[in-house]
Each structure stands twice: as structure tokens, then as C-alpha cells.
């Protein structure tokens, strides 16, 4: 029997797989491509592949909008952007563990 779209784990919907160009990122995010460079740099953003053709995933462009949010929104530097993302993942990763935790007692 197929599974209905709810039923789709995230993982069928973004991949890690790195599928786009950097324009693509670019307009997917709102960003430039001297920005997505930055972010490369500071390590928020994984690129795969040589410079001249870099190819970035799904998940990607997830944190990059997130990114660019914490920079617009609360003014943060580009350092500061990435220890943010690095809480907040650690955050999500904690509050998976204790459901868990809570599902089990």
C-alpha cells in the first residue's frame, strides 16, 4: 500500500545530497554569492566540490535561511550566527532526547 504524504519521513523530502548551485542557493535563500561565501568560510554552510562549481544539499539551504535570519533579525555577525546554529541544534537535539526519555517512563 503507498504511503500517504504524512506518512513521508523527512529524510525522502530533504536530502543531504548536495543538488544545487550556488545560484540556486542564491535565490532559494535571498542571499548573495559573496554572503554564501562568507557563511562557506565561517563553516555555517557546507559546499562540496571545487570553488568554480560548488554544489550544496537541502538542508543547506535550510540552515542557510536560518542563517540569514539570526544576521537580519537579531544583527549578529556572521561568528555569532554560527555558535547560534550550533545552540539551536543542540537545543532540538536535547528536546528529541527528553521525549524520548518521557515516551519510555
Known amino acids: 500500500m503507498p504511503r500517504s504524504p504524512r506518512s513521508t519521513p523527512a529524510a525522502d523530502i530533504i536530502s543531504d545530497e548536495p543538488e544545487l548551485s550556488l545560484d540556486d542557493v542564491c535565490a532559494a535563500c535571498g542571499l548573495t554569492r559573496e554572503e554564501i561565501g562568507t557563511y562557506v568560510t565561517e563553516g555555517i554552510a557546507e559546499a562540496r566540490g571545487p570553488a568554480a562549481g560548488w554544489r550544496f544539499s537541502r538542508l543547506t539551504v535550510v540552515r542557510l535561511t536560518r542563517a540569514r535570519r539570526l544576521e537580519h533579525d537579531l ?3 556572521p561568528a555569532g550566527v554560527a ?12 528536546q ?10
Not at 555558535?83 to 536535547?94: N, P, T
Not at 528529541?96 to 517512563?105: P, Y
Open 75 to 77: 544583527g549578529l555577525n
Open 83 to 94: 555558535l547560534a546554529l550550533d545552540l539551536m541544534a543542540e537545543i532540538e537535539r536535547l
Open 96 to 105: 528529541r532526547r527528553l521525549a524520548l526519555f518521557e515516551e519510555e517512563s
